[in-house]
Every structure is written in structure tokens, then in C-alpha cells.
């Protein structure tokens, strides 16, 4: 197993890292908050879990280790696999998925994409025993409501993947009303569907 890696950033993309290890470039699939504290030729160092598969080996990047155990983790229940568990951990912390299913709270889940009301009840009684107590004193709710608003990841990300401080302006203002709608809906922004949404807006004026 492929405990971390360490190098410098030779890359970064909407959903993916490549780290240059020993002179190898390591693709590491990561979520948005990770990939937005990644700057292109600064060193970095990411806890990682390779996931195996009969036609694939992919390479799962994180933080700290606390994440990827959760990651782990959350794939020990039915019907979770490694996209899954990765998008819970881009809307939820590790301690916010401990907190949210120690207290049942079926609302948490659900704020993950391709998670619903069943599946979420499903996951509350196969991860209780499983996710452990939090850490600290995380709250329930989206990432986004500790970590910075979903428009200073956004930003962040844009100019760690190469565009100018002009650019990943407009490119948020292109995107807000899209953001705001969610909002206005009860939900939470999803800063990788915003980041590719934002990209798209970025290719048209280019």
C-alpha cells in the first residue's frame, strides 16, 4: 500500500493532483478542498489510499491521515465505493460524518450528491459502529460552513491550476447566480460542480 506521497506539484486539474515522486509523476485523485491548498511547484504531502481494481489502479489523495481512514472506512459499508466515500469527504469533514451519524442525522448524508433519504437511513445504521466518536467539536453540515465559502475555494483552486487573479474573478461571478440558486434551495454549493462549470465559462473566452 501507498501510505503518502511527497514531491513537488507538477499539476493540477478539476479532480486530480499529479505529485513528482522520485521523478515519477503520481496521479492522485483528491477532492476540492485538498486540491485547492495545492500550488503547482510547491512541495506537498498527501496521505493517499490505492484503491485496486481489475482494469484500474487509482490512487485516492488527502489532507492528513484522519481522512483517508474515514475514507477507508466509509467503504466498509454497502453499496459505498471510492467516488462515494470521496464525495462525502468533499462536503463533509471527518468529524462532521462522526457526528452526523452518532446523532442520526439523516439531513447531513443527504446533502451528498447520489446519497438519498433510503440510502442515508442505510449508511446511519452500517456506519455507527464503525466511524467512531468525534475528534473535536465538529457541527453537523457541510464542510463549507468551518472551511472558507465555497468562492474563496473556487477562487483558490482556479488560480492553483494556472489562471490569472482577473480570470478566476470572473469566473465566480459567471458562476454565482448558479451557486445562489442552490443556496436558495437549502442546499449547499458543490465546489467541484462549480469548478467545472467555471472551467467551461473559461474555455468560451479563451
Known amino acids: 500500500m501507498i501510505a503518502f ?25 483528491c477532492t476540492p478542498a485538498t486540491l485547492a491548498g495545492l500550488r503547482v511547484g510547491q ?11 481489475e482494469d484500474s ?9 484522519d481522512e483517508r481512514q474515514a475514507f477507508e472506512l466509509l467503504q466498509t459499508a454497502s453499496g459505498v465505493g471510492p467516488r462515494l466515500a470521496q464525495a462525502m469527504l468533499a ?3 471527518p ?25 442515508a437511513q442505510r449508511l446511519l445504521l452500517e456506519l455507527k459502529d464503525r466511524l467512531g466518536e468525534p475528534l473535536g467539536s465538529a457541527v453537523p453540515g ?7 465559502g ?23 461571478a459567471a458562476v454565482t447566480p448558479k451557486a445562489e440558486e442552490t443556496m436558495a434551495a437549502g442546499g449547499t454549493p458543490q465546489v467541484a460542480q ?11 473566452t479563451r
Request: hydrophobic residues 50%; aromatic residues 4%.
Open 142 to 148: 457541510a464542510r463549507s460552513a468551518a472551511a472558507p
Open 57 to 65: 489502479l487509482t490512487l485516492y489523495g488527502f489532507a492528513d491521515d
Open 150 to 172: 465555497w468562492s474563496d475555494q473556487l477562487h483558490t483552486a482556479l488560480v492553483g491550476l494556472g489562471y490569472a487573479t482577473r480570470e478566476a474573478d470572473e469566473a465566480v
Open 91 to 93: 462536503v463533509h469533514s
Open 95 to 119: 468529524d462532521a460524518l462522526r457526528l452526523a451519524v452518532s446523532t442520526g442525522d439523516e439531513k447531513a448524508l443527504t446533502a451528498v450528491p447520489g446519497i438519498g433519504k433510503k440510502g
Open 194 to 204: 462549480l469548478l467545472r462549470a467555471a472551467l467551461q465559462t473559461l474555455n468560451r
Open 5 to 29: 506521497v511527497s514531491g513537488p506539484v507538477a499539476a493540477v486539474a478539476p479532480d486530480t493532483a499529479v505529485i513528482e515522486v522520485g521523478g515519477v509523476g503520481m496521479a492522485v485523485q
Open 43 to 53: 512541495q506537498a504531502r498527501l496521505a493517499t489510499s490505492l484503491v485496486v481494481r
